[in-house]
């Protein structure tokens, strides 16, 4: 489980993530990335009832998506608030392999900058 510290919570600064921050895409998610002047990287995911119907689908992925990027955590640079949410997603997210959501996750933060490709080479 992602700790605490780790976490985004509040509104103010999910809505300045999303007015200020830079954008980034993978095959299945987008991320928005914001400086955060602090000395820890905090995730916020979302993911809307549009994208997933039920309730269940929406926290099975979240789960999904915390502990993929708690595995990736003493890569990703500090300093950083950071928003994952999916770009597309099929009706039932329990088909996708968590290997996909995982790689997925390993691109988009290489491609951002937030992990850098020479201490992560496996997934």
């Not at 995730?43 to 502990?67: H, S, W």
């Not at 640079?77 to 950071?82: F, L, R, S």
């Not at 949410?85 to 996708?96: F, H, R, T, V």
Request: with cysteine; charged share 30%; aromatic share 10%.
């Amino acid at each position: 489980m992602l700790s605490s510290a780790h976490r985004l919570r509040k509104k103010k600064d999910i809505e300045r993530v999303f007015k200020l921050g830079r954008s980034f895409n993978s095959q299945l998610f987008k991320i928005k990335i914001c400086e955060n002047g602090l000395k820890t990287t905090r995730f916020c995911f979302i993911v809307p009832a549009a994208t997933v119907k039920k309730a269940a689908g929406r926290n099975y992925l979240k789960r999904r998506l915390r502990e993929a990027t708690r595995f990736f955590l003493p890569d990703i640079k500090n300093g950083y608030d950071v928003i994952v949410y999916p770009k597309s997603i099929p009706a039932n997210p329990k088909n996708i392999e968590y290997q996909a959501i995982s790689e997925n996750l390993k691109n988009i933060f290489l491609k951002s900058g937030l992990m850098s490709k020479k201490n992560n080479e496996s997934v």
